[in-house]
Nanobody
Framework: QVQLVESGRGLVQAGGSLRLSCAAS????????MGWFRQAPGKEREFVAT????????QYADSVKGRFTISRDNAKNTVYLLMNSLKPEDAAVYYC????????????????WGQGTQVTVSS
């Protein structure tokens, strides 16, 4: 069993930056691919970014490519999402996720979800 706890929620102005963190419990963090998903009001949850177990494979949604950076520190059991040049359309609840596949780009690949953290972007 793995518990994922996100932190870093906040309100930022458009063009600003925010870093989200997701701390995982347990000793098996390095065996999971990790990802970030988001869900805006009235919309479906969507993929944002993913990173493989070793960090060697990273993928981003086209909407965040070049602005967001995902990284992980297996020694700290933590995955990060650095968000730059934020836009109002980035506002959503952001969820950390873990799975056993090489990367996690779809909800069907997720074994564990975090509780979510709110990101608000003012225009």
């Amino acid at each position: 069993q793995v518990q994922l706890v996100e932190s870093g929620r906040g309100l930022v102005q458009a063009g600003g930056s925010l870093r989200l963190s997701c701390a995982a419990s347990g000793r098996t963090f390095s065996t999971y691919a990790m990802g970030w998903f988001r869900q805006a009001p009235g919309k479906e949850r969507e993929f944002v970014a993913t990173i493989s177990r070793s960090g060697g494979t990273i993928q981003y949604a086209d909407s965040v490519k070049g602005r967001f950076t995902i990284s992980r520190d297996n020694a700290k059991n933590t995955v990060y999402l650095l968000m730059n040049s934020l836009k109002p359309e980035d506002a959503a609840v952001y969820y950390c996720a873990a799975g056993f596949t090489t990367v996690v780009v779809g909800a069907g690949q997720i074994v564990y979800w975090g509780q979510g953290t709110q990101v608000t972007v003012s225009s």
